[in-house]
């Protein structure tokens, strides 16, 4: 089993990377639950706005030179309004928020503590730029959705041992096309948080 470098990845490295990383975001997300049909050239356009951030993070997981995994994040404040308003309409400070946008690896280099290692830098980053909590939404699916799998095991027991819990309703809605939609929806996301 090779060993995997995780760090994290700024200035002439992102900028280099972000091709690479936006076909490993396309991958992921297209498998369940998010079943998403990606656009590699939106995907870099996304990674190199929020790397563009000094107080953003992104780290890379490489097996060698291949990046593998990507996770991302940055002070809630810095994002897109659409992330910011089911805070704001609770009365939630987002200045006090940091938001980890994705984690993604790719499925073969799973259990393998990756993922603890992408929460471990970004809460991290959280901590050093005074951030009190720490937030990410999934996606919610139906039980009975015709492409969940079977065997499909929900990463909730992975989030909760991190310390994360589901914040009884609060979600917010994007909009993405699915595998096989012939234009966007929006699905329901439910946000997570930690007290750091």
């Given at each position: 089993m090779t060993q995997i470098a995780i760090h994290p990845l700024a200035g002439d490295a992102l900028r280099a990377a972000i091709p690479d990383l936006a076909r490993l975001r396309c991958a992921v997300f297209a498998e369940w639950p998010y079943l998403y049909h990606g656009d590699p050239n939106a995907e870099s356009d996304y990674l190199r706005d929020f790397g563009a951030s000094e107080k953003a993070?992104?780290?890379?997981?490489?097996?060698?030179?291949?990046?593998?995994?990507?996770?991302?994040?940055?002070?809630?404040?810095?994002?897109?309004?659409?992330?910011?308003?089911?805070?704001?309409?609770?009365?939630?400070?987002?200045?006090?928020?940091?938001?980890f946008g994705e984690s993604v690896l790719l499925p073969e280099y799973r259990g393998r503590g990756i993922g603890h290692a992408f929460f471990d830098h970004r809460e991290e980053q959280a901590r050093r730029l005074g951030a009190k909590a720490a937030t990410f939404c999934g996606v919610i699916r139906p039980l009975d959705h015709p492409a969940r799998p079977a065997d499909f095991q929900p990463l909730d027991p992975f989030w909760r041992k991190r310390g994360y819990e589901p914040v009884e309703g609060l979600i917010t809605n994007f909009a993405w096309k699915d595998h096989g939609e012939t234009e966007p929806s929006e699905k329901p996301m439910q946000y997570w948080i930690k007290t750091l």
């Open positions: 993070v992104l780290i890379g997981a490489y097996d060698g030179e291949r990046i593998v995994g990507v996770a991302t994040a940055s002070p809630m404040v810095e994002q897109k309004e659409t992330y910011r308003q089911a805070f704001e309409a609770r009365g939630i400070d987002t200045a006090s928020l940091f938001y």
